[in-house]
């Protein structure tokens, strides 16, 4: 025992790793000539990386939209495990979003959503762990989700557009400007009058939000479609690819033109022309003209029909890509100005355009000089210096490349996104690659297959994937935010006094037909055991966790009524329902808190009519 601890001591940790591995491979000839499935550890060294052992915590917090879902997912990374899913635009049982009264009154009476993109709020150019927003691109809404109960707060919906895609925060000096984007034109009045077939006429929209009070501050209208959004690190500009500069209703002529643009909005004038009175009112919205020639925007032609945009950390770029070109394109962000003064042309703001490969979409950065963008058609993501890029298109006579590296994903990759990659801080550990398509990654479960998330290590020169992990339908993309910046803002409970109904007593009061119940729940028991209502009462029950305890939640199902919520520890929600059932109904709790958890239940008695 002493000689083996003498060496475990004095061998490395991959030297064993590298002796396990030959062990498993000669075993596995004794056995049959056919190797064994290897371990985690065994694929490769970088795949250590994984792990998260009992007791340990995740380096990052990673928020994925959840697609068709209409909800955020919270990962930990690199363990890729989840966390935690945030209802937002979605019904979901398990917490009553969607069931509640106070969640019913923030969606409006729309269940459907297209999560695509969730971004986190800014202070001086990184997370400052106080907001995420996320857009609906279905019913054109965007919400806001509280990072310290991770929960959504406000739900706003945005007139004049379809197709609510790009969104994106003020990053400096902090949030207080949200733009998204429309990527359907449309007609600016949507009424159904006039001829609404003549697509001359239809427009795209740059939607500014106020961010804290969630209000729209203005509307800028311009000609062509907007699809995905950048801002820039000294709160200038925000950015809009347009992929249909052409303005067409088919895809035949969307793809007419050779270049489309990267539209670059101007906040200083923007904000001159709201103080000047230079906009018109349009349903109550003040709107801007961006159009070409408008001192608000600069359309910066790009090949050909962009889709993603991303800032370099340093601030110094943005990166824009063409789905049918096989370039990305590099805009100097410190050239803005003076194409928006007319001394510089639009098109001489791009100072580099490196061919990378076929399909690139989003491109995400490693703090290190290096950008990383996906390649749809080539299921790639492929690794490239943004100065050499810079260099050979000075040198239209080079001959080498920018490309570093390439690494094959499986499948169709869209969005990709290094660890703190949108902020000043990309620190270059972890890149997700969120991919369409999943083949035979894993399991068979039907018709409607998992998407694939795979995790890679972009720490060293060459890129190493180390985990796949499923994902229910088109989660679409992500952020990568440091731990060290979510944990300690995230709360294990709210104040007790923070709902308005908040309640420590129980009680029933009736007035007319109108019966409100406050009721605590304290394990293992509600406040009251019995409820007698008559058919055809509303009824509205308020709910109170009194248990302070971190992790003790308590659940409210009422049977046969299509109620089911769940209230955390000092949180409080209600529900109201119309008693049309006669008859016992019990009431229960659907969260396991205690030894007696299966008496925790109280009746509900619904008299019938005479």
């Known amino acids: 025992m002493y000689k083996y601890s003498l060496i475990k001591n004095l061998l490395s940790r991959w030297t064993l790793l590298a002796i396990g591995s030959i062990a498993v491979v000669f075993a596995a000839f004794l056995i049959g000539g056919e190797m064994a499935p290897q371990t985690v550890e065994a694929r ?107 929960e959504t707060d406000a739900i706003i919906s945005i007139p004049h557009v379809q197709g609510t895609h790009g969104l994106f925060p003020q990053r400096y000096p902090q949030t207080d400007w949200l733009i998204v984007n429309s990527e359907f034109r449309t007609p600016l009045v949507n009424d159904g009058r006039g001829d609404i077939a003549d697509e001359s006429k239809y427009g795209g929209v740059h939607t500014v939000i106020d961010a804290n009070t969630m209000e729209i501050i203005c509307q800028v209208m311009v000609p062509t479609n907007l699809d995905l959004a950048a801002t820039d690190y000294q709160g200038r500009y925000s950015f809009a690819t347009s992929y249909n500069s052409e303005g067409g209703a088919t895809i035949s002529e969307m793809l007419a033109a050779d270049r489309d643009y990267l539209v670059v909005f101007h906040w200083a004038r923007i904000k001159k022309a709201l103080a000047d009175g230079d906009f018109k009112v349009v349903d109550g919205i003040k709107m801007l003209d961006g159009s070409p020639g408008s001192d608000l925007t600069l359309y910066v032609p790009i090949p050909k029909n962009p889709h993603g945009v991303n800032i370099s950390p340093d601030g110094k770029y943005a990166v824009a890509s063409g789905k049918v070109s ?157 731990r060290d910046i979510i944990e300690p803002v995230v709360k294990h409970r709210p104040r007790m006094d923070e709902h308005p109904l908040a309640t420590t007593e129980s009680s029933i009061e009736r007035d007319g037909n109108k019966v409100t119940v406050r009721l605590t729940a304290n394990a293992p028991v509600y406040g009251l055991q019995k409820i007698e209502v008559n058919e055809k009462d509303e009824v509205t029950f308020i709910v109170t966790n009194n248990d302070e305890i971190p992790d003790l939640g308590h659940g409210f199902a009422v049977s046969d009524y299509n109620v089911n919520f769940v209230v955390g520890p000092f949180q409080t929600k209600s529900v109201t329902f119309i008693a049309d059932k006669p008859g016992l109904h019990w009431i229960y709790c659907t969260n396991f808190c205690h030894a007696l958890h299966l008496e925790m239940r109280m009746r509900l008695i619904v008299k019938a009519k005479a």
């Open 326 to 482: 096989p370039t990305a394109s590099i805009i100097a962000i410190d050239k803005l100005e003076a194409a928006f003064n007319g001394e510089l042309s639009p098109a001489d703001t791009v100072i580099g355009e490196p061919e990378i490969g076929l399909g690139p979409l989003h491109t995400t950065f490693d703090g290190r000089g290096n950008a990383y963008t996906s390649l749809f058609i080539d299921s790639q993501v492929v690794k490239w210096n943004i100065q050499k890029a810079i260099d050979i298109y000075k040198n239209p006579q080079a001959t080498d490349t920018a490309v570093v590296d390439r690494l094959d994903v499986h499948y169709q990759v869209g969005h990709t996104m290094a660890s703190m990659a949108e902020t000043k801080e990309a620190d270059g550990n972890f890149l997700v690659s969120l991919n369409k398509i999943s083949k035979d990654r894993f399991l068979n479960v039907g018709p409607l297959k998992p998407e694939n998330d795979q995790l890679v290590d972009i720490s060293g020169k060459k890129m190493v994937l180390l985990k796949d992990e499923p994902a229910y339908i088109e989660p679409h993309d992500c952020i990568i935010v440091r």
């Open 44 to 150: 490769s060294d970088g795949a250590l990386r994984t792990k998260v052992h009992p007791g340990e915590l995740d380096d990052y917090y990673g928020f994925f939209s959840g697609g068709h879902s209409g909800e955020i997912r919270v990962l930990g990374l690199p363990s890729m495990r989840v966390l935690k899913r945030v209802p937002v635009f979605n019904i979901d049982s398990g917490s009553g979003w969607g069931i509640t009264n106070e969640s019913k009154a923030l969606l409006g009476g729309l269940y459907v959503g297209d999560t695509h993109h969730a971004h986190g709020s800014y202070k001086d150019g990184t997370y400052d762990g106080k907001y995420l927003w996320v857009n609906d691109k279905a019913n054109n809404r965007v919400a806001r989700v509280r990072i310290d109960y991770l």
